[in-house]
């Protein structure tokens, strides 16, 4: 971790549910730049050559947060540099940092989600009177952000 913090201890449930929340951020971006679902195809074709192998169940295990907790190392590098091209460290160390990378991406898909809500709204509403239409836009913005409207 950064400025020498110390490491928090992690159960293996939190570090499974981590490792599937971080994959599940990589998936999202991967998708949205790719505009196609990730696969486990896609992923067992970049791994292999590169001479990994991983079972479509560890994929699973990894996506999902199920199973047991996926630790191998080379594997976990091998998808975060081959798969989503960010720093191993993300997938590898749980305690690390979000790369600025990924944290960018990340806010730019909720920005663009946020764009197709409004954007939603906007065609099914059409014959609404603009202080409907504003009164919406405000609710769709608070809840996206967190806020109780």
Do not use: C
């Not at 939190?14 to 999202?28: N, P, S, T």
């Not at 080379?74 to 940092?97: M, T």
């Amino acid at each position: 971790m950064a400025n020498g913090a110390p490491r928090v201890f992690l159960t293996q449930q939190q570090k499974k549910e981590r490792l599937a929340d971080r994959m599940g951020i990589l998936v999202d971006i991967w998708e949205s730049d790719n505009n196609t679902a990730l696969t486990y195809p896609h992923v067992e074709e970049a791994l292999s050559a590169h001479g990994i192998h991983m079972s479509r169940t560890r994929w699973s295990y990894l996506i999902n947060g199920t199973g047991s907790l996926v630790t191998d190392q080379e594997l976990l590098k091998g998808i975060a540099e081959l798969v989503f091209s960010v720093p191993a460290s993300y997938l590898v160390d749980l305690n690390s940092e979000t790369p600025p990378e990924v944290e960018a991406r990340m806010e730019f898909l909720v920005q663009m989600r946020k764009l197709k809500v409004k954007n939603f709204a906007a065609r099914n509403l059409g014959a609404t009177s603009p202080e409907t239409l504003r009164t919406i836009t405000r609710i769709i913005d608070a809840s996206m952000n967190g806020e109780d409207e």
